[in-house]
């Protein structure tokens, strides 16, 4: 069954620090992915994607994202995480070229403390 | 800027009532898409439609049916409430795969 593993509930890390979020799939074509943010009380938006080229992303407010083909991550990182960072990040998997359809991991909240 | 609007922020109905949310998206997009969110499930796909009229089930579609009778406007109905239907609804639009989606402020439906 193809689907999208976010393993941590919540991550929290100190203002200034690198943070990671990670996400793992399962799809069995040629995967396009996602990244969105949740602040609260309000929609999702879009923060970057894969879809072909580059491993490495980068999408807004500084994030950037690495596409690992052999160990199907695609985990989403920045190098200093800001208080305001603190959301709730979804990653999403477009299963194949064939389908608009999205799969969305079950989220990960951060916390970034002062 | 991409706007994607929904009717409603709160909506609080009786068991049994049928209930619509309306989406409406202005830029043109072919595709728009219906979650739900609930805490700990992440976003599940209830419909989409990839044109007027035209229409897919997702993966929750039970419960639930849709309507697109004009490329920007996209109603998810739910013909009979159920208390297990409460749950932030979200409304989303897209070009193609190729594209992200752009999403409404959601719809948090009780349902009592």
């Known amino acids: 069954a193809q689907s999208v593993a976010q393993p941590e509930d919540q991550v929290n890390v100190a203002e200034g620090n690198p943070l990671t979020v990670k996400c793992t799939y399962s799809?069995?074509?040629?995967?396009?992915l996602f990244w969105y943010v949740q602040y609260p009380n309000r929609g999702l938006q879009f923060l970057l994607k894969?879809?072909?080229?580059?491993?490495l992303v980068k999408g807004s407010y500084g994030f950037e994202a690495e596409f690992n083909k052999s160990q199907t991550s695609f985990h989403l990182k920045k190098p200093s995480a800001l208080v305001s960072d603190s959301a709730l990040y979804f990653c999403?998997?477009?299963?194949?070229?064939?389908?608009?359809?999205?799969?969305f991991g079950t989220g990960t909240r951060l916390q970034v403390f002062p | 800027d991409v706007k994607v609007t929904q009717s409603s922020r709160y909506l609080v109905k009786r068991t049994g009532e049928k209930v619509f949310l309306e989406c409406v998206q202005d830029?043109?997009?072919?595709?728009m898409f219906w979650y739900r969110q609930d805490p700990g499930l992440g976003l599940r796909l209830i419909y989409f439609s990839y044109d007027v009229k035209m229409k897919e089930k997702g993966d929750i579609p039970e419960g639930y049916s849709v309507s697109r009778e004009k490329k920007e406007r996209f109603s998810l109905i739910l013909e009979s409430a159920s208390t297990n239907q409460t749950s932030m609804y979200l409304c989303?639009?897209?070009?193609?795969?190729?594209?992200?989606?752009?999403f409404g402020p959601g719809t948090r439906l009780t349902v009592t």
């Open positions: 830029m043109d997009h072919e595709n």
């Open positions: 799809v069995s074509g040629n995967p396009y």
């Open positions: 894969y879809i072909t080229g580059d491993n």
């Open positions: 999403a998997v477009s299963p194949d070229e064939g389908t608009d359809k999205l799969i």
């Open positions: 989303a639009s897209s070009k193609t795969s190729l594209y992200e989606q752009y």
